[in-house]
């Protein structure tokens, strides 16, 4: 009986050793395949903060600076964006998920489109052939060399050219790699932003970027489409034109220069109101590295809307908005993945239009501190 006992034991340790074993290595073939797919993706953080101290702004009785993309509340401590980016890249398929929060999603979302503030992007694509890619969902419009966050700019403010370019899109994408030096697309779908509100009507976009050698880019983008509010009865046809070139001539300067052309039908400014408007706007930009820890950026700018199809006629000057300024930004990155910023920022209006300080100045200035990490 004895033997027979303990023959037992042994027969059942075994089994279970065995079934252990036939476990782990189930469990081992099933996290293979989770971390496979897990190293397909990429987690970022983002967090940005400033202080906007405004110069001579006794009379103002807002605390929004206007025409601010980013670091718009003035005199007080604030954050610009606290973000959170989760990235899928494989090699049929890709996705981007990015959540924000914080002063500039806020403020840069419409009356009619505030759920759409808190995502800067969300999309997925399929690889169709071979450096051909389609995407659909809410997409980054091309249009622009500057971003609303901070950390993707030399300046950690956008000019007023930036805050009236068209947003962000929710439709689709086709682009196309076409060689090492010229790639491009096409977009269409309804656009989000404060300048262009949300309506039935699409738009359509086309990119396109050509690197002629490392140190040069040259990118090309339009937007066009009926912008007109839903229930408008005469369309608003506009024809945005940004064309944006970088160049790096030496090692320690980048150069970087924007120019931006619209026009539209229909403007209904008095007393025509069937003409067609314009607008151009634009900015030159040099940046001068010292070392890896320290930056010198100086920026010229100019905005000019005469028939205020984008900016509104100023009920001062019968006129849309007109500003030219420039601004001097230096910068210390103590790490890699961190900044900080203090810039001085000039701003002139069209005299007599009172567009800054609630409408009592044509001037603005400005000492901008932002800082923020991204990883």
């Not at 009236?164 to 932003?193: A, D, H, Q, W």
């Not at 634009?282 to 320290?294: I, M, P, T």
Request: charged share 15%.
């Amino acid at each position: 009986m004895k033997k027979a006992f303990w023959c037992l034991v042994l027969l059942a340790s075994f089994t279970c050793t065995f079934a252990q074993k036939s476990e782990d290595i189930l469990s081992d073939s099933a996290k293979m395949q989770i971390f496979k797919r897990l190293r397909n993706f990429t987690v970022g953080f983002y967090v940005d903060a400033y202080y906007n101290m405004t110069l001579n702004s006794s009379h103002d009785t807002s605390n929004i600076v206007p025409f601010s993309s980013n670091c718009p509340i003035q005199n007080q401590i604030r954050m610009n964006i606290a973000a959170v980016e989760l990235y899928y890249s494989a090699e049929k398929v890709r996705g981007k998920l990015a959540l924000q929060y914080g002063d500039a999603p806020n403020l840069m979302a419409s009356a009619s489109s505030q759920w759409i503030k808190t995502i800067r992007q969300a999309n997925f694509g399929f690889r169709i052939v071979n450096n051909l890619w389609i995407d659909f969902g809410y997409i980054f419009n091309p249009v622009g060399y500057e971003s609303s966050w901070a950390v993707l700019n030399q300046v950690s403010f956008v000019t007023i050219g930036g805050y009236f370019e068209p947003g962000s899109v929710l439709g689709t994408r086709l682009s196309y790699k076409f060689s090492e030096k010229f790639s491009g697309g096409f977009m269409m779908g309804n656009p989000f932003s404060i300048a262009y509100a949300q309506n039935t009507h699409m738009a359509g976009i086309l990119f396109m970027t050509w690197n002629p050698m490392p140190v040069l880019s040259v990118t090309y983008n339009n937007f066009f489409g009926n912008q007109a509010l839903k229930d408008a009865k005469i369309k608003n046809n506009i024809l945005y034109n940004n064309v944006v070139v970088t160049w790096i001539p030496v090692k320690k300067v980048e150069l970087v220069g924007q120019v931006d052309f619209g026009a539209q039908t229909n403007s209904q400014r008095a007393p025509d109101t069937t003409k067609i408007a314009t607008m151009f706007s634009g900015f030159v930009q040099a940046r001068y590295l010292f070392n890896s820890h320290f930056a010198l950026t100086g920026r010229y700018e100019y905005f000019n809307d005469p028939d205020g199809f984008l900016s509104g006629i100023n009920n001062l000057t019968g006129r849309g908005v007109r500003t030219n300024g420039y601004c001097l930004s230096f910068e210390y990155k103590p790490v890699k993945a961190g900044y900080v910023r203090l810039a001085y920022r000039y701003l002139g209006a069209y005299p007599g239009s009172r567009e800054f300080f609630s409408h009592t100045s044509d001037v603005m200035q400005a000492i901008i501190f932002t800082t923020g990490v991204r990883f």
